[in-house]
């Protein structure tokens, strides 16, 4: 068997299968959920790229014209965290931004994917949360998004990979994002302007996507940074990310030491 999900993906559909298959026998060896540590769905990506003002409600209270193309920047794999590990917030800023995001997983290669075939190369879908230095990503030279957006544990995802299969449509899916149960974010997956099929084509232009690639869709409205006056994550908070039919990603939120 495949050590990780990511290789589970790379097996194909008779992986998958087998999997399913082992997991009913009677000697398969089961753990309660309750007592496990929850990791990323995707543990070791070789790819988690995020899409940047998707949402039309969350470019106009950006004040930003709503794009031609999608505004792609990329996070590394050491930002990410699974469902109840921690958010760490960085000495070095002081204005840590959450961000609700639903996010797609790749389940088989592909460069040049068309629209029409695009949910082929679809695994499924999870849960995230871009969580966002402002201070890094708007005030820094030139305005440093990928800098801003990857620091440690700054990619929360999960807990599950839900398989495309269970979601008919994955543009008609309330997303809310609630800050020590406060609701901050709350629209629907029907408000973004490049969907699943116009960002998998857009994206395998430039890069071949592989099993178990990320990509985070973009945000809805309701960040801290566009409040007023803004609101930032601090210690001692707890983020939950919710997805219709996909699950609720909570993480704490630490300072750094």
């Not at 082929?120 to 201070?135: E, F, I, L, T, W």
């Not at 495309?164 to 994955?170: A, I, K, L, N, Q």
């Not at 960040?223 to 993480?251: H, Q, S, T, W």
Request: aromatic share 6%; net charge neutral.
């Amino acid at each position: 068997m495949p050590g990780n999900v990511r290789q589970l993906l790379e097996g194909g559909p008779d992986m998958l299968k087998a999997v399913a298959d082992l997991s009913s026998r009677a000697k398969a060896v089961k753990h309660p959920v309750s007592a496990a540590k929850w990791h990323a769905p995707i543990v070791d990506p070789h790819k988690i790229i995020c899409v940047g003002l998707n949402y039309k409600d969350h470019a106009a209270e950006s004040g930003s014209p709503i794009p031609k193309d999608p505004v792609l920047f990329s996070k590394y794999s050491t930002a990410l965290i699974g469902h109840g590990q921690a958010i760490v917030l960085p000495k070095v800023s002081q204005e840590v931004d959450y961000e609700a995001e639903f996010v797609i997983v790749i389940g088989k290669k592909g460069r040049h994917i068309t629209k029409k075939n695009a949910l082929d190369h679809v695994a499924g879908y999870s849960v995230g949360h871009d969580v966002s230095a402002r201070d890094w990503q708007l005030k820094k030279d030139g305005k440093q998004w990928m800098v801003g957006k990857t620091f440690d544990t700054f990619a929360p995802v999960g807990p599950y990979l839900v398989t495309r299969d269970e979601v008919p449509d994955p543009h008609a899916l309330r997303i809310c994002l609630r800050l020590n149960g406060q609701t901050m974010q709350d629209s629907n997956t029907k408000q973004m302007i490049f969907g699943v099929e116009d960002l998998l084509a857009y994206i395998s232009q430039v890069v071949t996507l592989e099993p178990g690639d990320l990509i985070y869709t973009g945000t809805p409205p309701g960040v801290g940074v566009a409040r007023k006056p803004p609101v930032y994550m601090k210690d001692g908070d707890v983020a939950e990310v919710e997805i219709e039919g996909l699950g609720i990603l909570r993480n704490p939120v630490v300072q750094e030491k």
